[in-house]
């Protein structure tokens, strides 16, 4: 949904705000949206079903990422692991080139690709504090 570029959500505590991004941008956990009337509001990653990859060594972790980036995976990238959303099938596939599979409920913060405006995290956590300018009301 972060990445969707018009939609009506709901902020927690109720309100109604629509939300119009620039095509290819993501909204990111922490990130943070200025509306027209002055409110700043923090996005927040919603928990989901993820597999977290680690592999046995270097080698075969990037063995997997590149077989999950050729079956065009969104993939989350951190310090010696992957994450993606949970499937029956690639599991199987990361199993077979060794890699150690965890299931995870956890906010997923997939790579925004190769054609994205380019933003990093200063941290994992998800905080990146960027500012996104977007009217406030439908």
């Known amino acids: 949904m972060r990445q969707k570029s018009r939609q009506r959500t709901s902020l ?24 027209t009337g002055g409110e700043v509001i923090e996005v927040v990653a919603d928990r989901e079903s993820v597999m977290h990859i680690e592999g046995r060594d ?16 969104p993939l989350q990238v951190g310090n ?3 994450r993606f959303i949970a499937d029956a099938v690639l599991l199987k596939m990361v199993e077979g080139l060794g890699g150690r599979v965890s299931m995870l409920d956890a906010p997923f913060e997939p790579e925004a690709g190769a054609y994205a405006p380019h933003h990093r995290h200063d941290n ?11 009217p406030s009301r439908p």
């Not at 505590?13 to 200025?34: P, T």
């Not at 270097?58 to 995976?73: F, P």
């Not at 905080?127 to 300018?133: F, L, Y």
């Open 58 to 73: 270097e080698t075969a972790l990037t063995r997997i990422a590149y077989h999950l980036g050729n079956r065009h995976v």
């Open 80 to 82: 010696g692991w992957l």
């Open 12 to 35: 927690e505590s109720g309100e109604e705000v629509a939300i119009a991004l620039a095509r290819g941008e993501v909204m990111r956990g922490g990130d943070l949206v200025l509306a």
């Open 124 to 134: 994992e956590s998800g905080h990146g504090g960027r500012i996104h300018e977007f």
